[in-house]
T-cell receptor, first 115, second 111 residues
């Protein structure tokens, strides 16, 4: 899982509550990403950030928010507006973005269960 | 937009036999292709990538992948499978600002 940490590993919340997932990297990577993984659907991009203080929506950004105040940190907030928040969330980083040969490095993931 | 497809949800092989996990791609321009592996409740681990050059790319844990431009394929291979290779495998292609992943193929290696 390289130099990317995600916490907590498991998270349980009641419906209607916002929850924030942590992602920290010590790889000095500029780009960071949040993915959602559901069984049989692969990974879907929620948000990405190419540099500090800048981020862009991915394919499924509705009901989520992010911030990028520091290069090392890219927290994801799952809001009460997200209709089906129960999923496995993966954070990733890469040296750069754009069309490039840079691979992404992934954290260990956070499994969120909302009841 | 760039995309990849993994036509098999599940691949079963016997330990010691060769394995192949298939991936096809659709890109405009030169493809940057990747393979990742995921063990249960873990993040994805990078295995190998194709950028340019030799069509046979060697990666971690004895895996290799063959890039075939005419068939737009990038199949993952290993000459002799291990039970510990059992996992979920993802093919991916670099898009403008992110990575596009296939739906994944579950590989099961039986003793």
């Amino acid at each position: 899982d390289g130099g990317i940490t995600q916490s907590p590993k498991y998270l349980f919340r009641k419906e209607g509550q916002n929850v924030t997932l942590s992602c920290e990297q010590n790889l000095n990577h500029d780009a960071m990403y949040w993915y959602r993984q559901d069984p049989g659907q692969g990974l879907r991009l929620i948000y990405y950030s190419q540099i500090v203080n800048d981020f862009q929506k991915g394919d499924i950004a509705e009901g989520y928010s992010v911030s990028r105040e520091k290069k090392e940190s890219f927290p994801l907030t799952v809001t009460s507006a997200q209709k089906n928040p129960t999923a496995f969330y993966l954070c990733a980083s890469s040296v750069g973005s754009g069309i490039s040969s840079y691979e992404q490095y992934f954290g260990p993931g956070t499994r969120l269960t909302v009841t | 937009a760039q995309s990849v497809a993994q036509p098999e949800d599940q691949v079963n092989v016997a330990e010691g036999n060769p394995l192949t996990v298939k991936c096809t791609y659709s890109v405009s321009g030169n493809p940057y292709l990747f393979w990742y592996v995921q063990y249960p409740n873990r993040g994805l681990q990078f295995l190998l990538k194709y950028i340019t050059g030799d069509n046979l790319v060697k990666g971690s844990y004895g895996f290799e992948a063959e890039f075939n431009k005419s068939q737009t394929s990038f199949h993952l291979k290993k000459p002799s499978a291990l039970v510990s290779d059992s996992a979920l495998y993802f093919c991916a292609v670099r898009d403008w600002n992110d990575m596009r992943f296939g739906a994944g193929t579950r590989l099961t290696v039986k003793p």
